[in-house]
């Protein structure tokens, strides 16, 4: 069944990915009008998230984000099934580091680096730093999807140049070996993810709302010394975005305890400020809010 499906899937998909890019936006307004207006795709989710993390904006200018917030939901998801068969050249086009000496850096600090990122902008095409010279081998975080023919379809869009995608349950083991041979890569991981109930361990703020905060990326860099960068990621226009590496810390290991997550955050509130509609607000990022904390959390 599984196969059944994906295989249905699969030849429109290629089709989508093939359109001219004008022909292509065209394509993605006609799925905001149904995911929208028809379906209403976890709109309720959307309106309650904005609503907690914007209490001061009024319902016009919240409604206003709320449409922004879903032509671009719909962009991002469409330019993740183009990276089927964009080129090289389309993809450094779309998708540019400002500064590609920041790069240049990472390649000569001689280990293993971790890039946390959030689900801001483009993450999807974040693969493109493999074209802006870097040497590390790229690596992606992610969660395994259920069917396997679908997950294999995302292993190979988001591994299309060179980048190798790794199960989240099966991160610590591969940067240990990769360590181990020397093998020094850069390892991307979306790191605004809700913590399993079993890692409430620490609690802050975020977008003024007290939630437990996920510290898995802050706890790999200090278990392997791996220096630590933010990815931040602006939408110049439709279709278009600029990127840059931030460093957060060369030294994670001398760092106070949740520096990294609370750095994380705080870069990454802030460009949800600017600009709120380009953040995934379909994702329960505040459904925890009312957890009892834990005796022994952190909470700051």
Known sequence: MQGFVFWLVYPLLWL???????????????????????????KKTVEKNLKLAFPEKPESELNSIKKKFYHHMCDMFLEMVKTLTISEAQLKKRFVFTHP??????????KGVLVMCGHYASYEWMISMELYGLKLKGHGIYKRIRNKHFDKLIKDIRGKFNTEMIESHRVVSIVARHQKNHLNGIYGMIADQT???????????????????FTGSEKLARDFDMPVYYLEVEKVKRGFYQARLKKITDNPQSEPEFFITT?????????INAHPQYYLWTHKRFKHRNAPIPENAVVR
Do not use: C, H
């Open 195 to 213: 913590p399993k109930r079993a890692n409430y361990k620490f609690w802050t703020d975020f977008m003024g709302i007290k939630v437990p905060f």
């Open 101 to 110: 000496e920041d790069i240049e850096t990472v390649n000569n600090l001689g």
């Open 16 to 42: 989508i990915s093939i359109l001219p890019f004008r022909l292509f936006y065209f394509f993605s307004d006609l799925i905001y009008i149904l995911v929208y207006y028809i379906i209403g795709y976890r």
């Open 263 to 271: 750095s994380f955050r705080d870069r990454l509130e802030a460009q």
